[in-house]
């Protein structure tokens, strides 16, 4: 834009210039413009002598009447030339007001375009600024939100934890509990048990021994505080299956006859009930002389 004025001012001076060039030229042409030559020899020569023809008046007034004109002429293209001066003055000094006025415009306009860009570059950074502390919000929402989600999920799978571990204690508690009462159920049981085996057995083995001593025979020259321990392996309806001395009574000749009486006496009488005739397969027994009635 400003280079553009510049030429335009350059331009209007130039011509400027030269129409006041050609204005003083022409009022020189006009100042020097030549009369003619017997009226300016009439005004530089001293006044001719009278001359014998006479002029006659009507050519006088004509000729004064011309150079009246040419004077009146040459004022008046004074009048016009110094006119046309002064309008090309006017005409200059308008020039240079609307030169400086579009100066001035341009600078308020350039001062106008420096505030708006200045005024956008605050916009900008206000906005850029707005818009980072937007981003800035946004990420700690979303952190905020990330955590939540994590301490929520974590709270769930303590949660989670905390269930199982307590469902997995309950479960070993009644597990713990089941094994108890099973295990006190077999106690019980196991009792119980006992105590039909200790009643089957303080029936049974009198009746056994008193088989065995019926199947015995003394041998010569016992005496009767001698003992023998006998293994006796029956079958489940009381046969003997083995007899054999454990625990000697030191007289082998008692020992085998006590194992001659067991073996003599099967089957011998057991308990039938369940779990007590098992407790009759294997019996230990022992014998005396003095218990034996031959």
Do not use: C
């Amino acid at each position: 834009m400003k280079p553009r004025v510049r030429r335009i001012g350059l331009t209007s001076k130039s011509l400027f210039f030269a129409i006041l060039f050609h204005v003083i030229v022409a009022v020189l042409l006009v100042i020097n413009f030549d009369w003619p030559s017997h009226i300016l020899s009439a005004r530089r020569s001293e006044p001719a002598p009278v001359q014998a023809s006479v002029v006659s008046e009507k050519e006088v007034q004509k000729q004064m009447e011309a150079i009246r004109q040419k004077e009146e002429a040459k004022k008046q293209k004074q009048l016009e030339a110094q006119k046309k001066l002064e309008e090309l003055l006017n005409k200059k000094k308008e020039e240079e007001q609307r030169l400086a006025e579009i100066k001035k415009h341009q600078e308020e306009e350039k001062k106008k375009a420096e505030e708006v860009k200045k005024k956008k570059e605050q916009e900008r950074q206000k906005l850029a600024k707005m818009q980072q502390q937007e981003e800035e919000r946004k990420k700690a929402e979303a952190k905020a939100e990330q955590e939540r989600r994590e301490a929520e999920q974590k709270k769930k799978e303590d949660a989670e934890r905390k269930r199982k571990a307590e469902e997995e204690k309950r479960k070993k508690e009644l597990e713990a509990k089941r094994e108890r009462e099973k295990e006190l159920q077999q106690q019980l049981e196991q009792e119980r048990m006992q105590r039909r085996v200790n009643s089957a057995l303080a029936q049974y083995i009198p009746i056994i021994r008193q088989k065995v001593s019926r199947n015995w025979n003394r041998p010569a020259g016992l005496r009767d505080d001698i003992e023998a321990h006998v293994n006796v392996r029956l079958s489940p309806t009381g046969e003997v299956l083995s007899a054999q001395v454990v625990k000697s009574s030191g007289n082998p000749v008692f020992d085998r006859s006590v194992e001659n009486a067991v073996l003599k006496a099967s089957p011998l009488p057991i308990p039938q009930e369940k779990g007590v005739n098992e407790e009759f397969r294997n019996l230990t027994l022992k014998f005396k002389p003095a218990e034996l009635v031959s």
